[in-house]
């Protein structure tokens, strides 16, 4: 594991799109310019903006520019490809992911000097811009639709079982970085790189050390790039710590016949 990688992971002075664009990075070995990539869409979202005082405004102005004037405008979809996780071709073929898709536009947003953030509201993550002490606009970064004061409660109810309260707190770094990896983790999976998608794993366990899913997870990986032995080890983990689960009582029942049959491990 890249210790260089992880410190800047977890360093918050880092921004956020960076960040993710180094996890590209790795996983690709691949450079890329997120200067060359964004500069042309902060400019058209700057120029949207230029002469208008009102922040509430410029706001409504900055998302009109990125759903309509950059063509962001999307519908949500169960799985996005690889190359929606990836900047620089999510940004050529205007296929975004959501996660990324959220840090993209903070990123935009903030260097059109409107202050923005990420919020989770069940089941997604969304951007929040604060235009004031007491307004704010959250919206999908997939479609750009916004919340009203009506839904977001009701969502935040849902959640919770009990009246919501009024502050929704911004997403921890960390977390927003977990989002990622894990849906690139996905992505990867479903295209069959799984030496990739392994790379995601082990940056997971690295944020999220012991996690009995990413155990699991990597126990696939490992199982279909041919390395059983840690992958079986990774497998016991999983059924140790999560006996209940439904997949760990299948599992289960294989390694038992795995052993039985002492086609394990040597």
């Given amino acids: 594991?890249?210790?260089?990688?992880?410190?800047?992971?977890?360093?918050?002075?880092?921004?956020?799109?960076?960040?993710?664009?180094?996890?590209?990075?790795?996983?690709?070995?691949?450079?890329?310019?997120?200067?060359?990539?964004?500069?042309?869409?902060?400019?058209?979202?700057?120029?949207?903006?230029?002469?208008?005082?009102?922040?509430?405004?410029?706001?409504?102005?900055?998302?009109?520019?990125?759903?309509?004037?950059?063509?962001?405008?999307?519908?949500?979809?169960?799985?996005?490809?690889?190359?929606?996780?990836?900047?620089?071709?999510?940004?050529?073929?205007?296929?975004i992911a959501p996660v990324l898709k959220a840090a993209l536009i903070q990123h935009v947003a903030n260097a059109c000097q409107l202050e923005a953030e990420l919020v989770y509201v069940p089941e997604k993550v969304m951007v929040r811009i604060i235009c004031d002490d007491m307004y704010s606009i959250i919206f999908d970064p997939i479609s750009g639709e916004s919340l009203s004061g009506q839904e977001l409660d009701q969502r935040l109810d849902e959640l919770s079982g009990e009246p919501s309260q009024t502050f929704l707190p911004q997403m921890e770094r960390q977390s927003i970085i977990v989002e990622y990896l894990s849906a690139l983790k996905a992505s990867l999976i479903n295209e069959l790189q799984f030496d990739k998608a392994l790379k995601c794993v082990d940056l997971l366990l690295a944020l999220r050390p012991d996690d009995p899913f990413e155990r699991r997870d990597r126990g696939f990986l490992l199982h279909q790039l041919d390395c059983f032995k840690v992958a079986y080890d990774d497998y016991q983990y999983f059924v140790k710590e999560c006996p209940q689960d439904p997949a760990a009582q299948l599992l289960k029942l294989q390694l038992d016949k795995i052993t039985l049959t002492e086609t394990v491990l040597h």
Avoid at 8 to 22: D, G, K, P, R, T
Avoid at 46 to 73: F, H, K, P, R
Wanted: glycine share 2%; with cysteine.
């Fill in 1 to 95: 594991m890249n210790d260089l990688l992880l410190s800047e992971l977890h360093s918050e002075q880092e921004a956020l799109l960076a960040s993710l664009v180094l996890i590209q990075e790795h996983i690709f070995d691949e450079v890329v310019s997120i200067d060359a990539l964004v500069a042309p869409i902060i400019k058209e979202c700057q120029l949207s903006i230029t002469g208008i005082d009102d922040s509430m405004a410029q706001a409504e102005c900055l998302i009109n520019e990125l759903y309509v004037g950059q063509l962001l405008l999307d519908n949500d979809r169960l799985l996005w490809p690889v190359i929606a996780q990836k900047l620089n071709k999510a940004v050529e073929y205007k296929l």
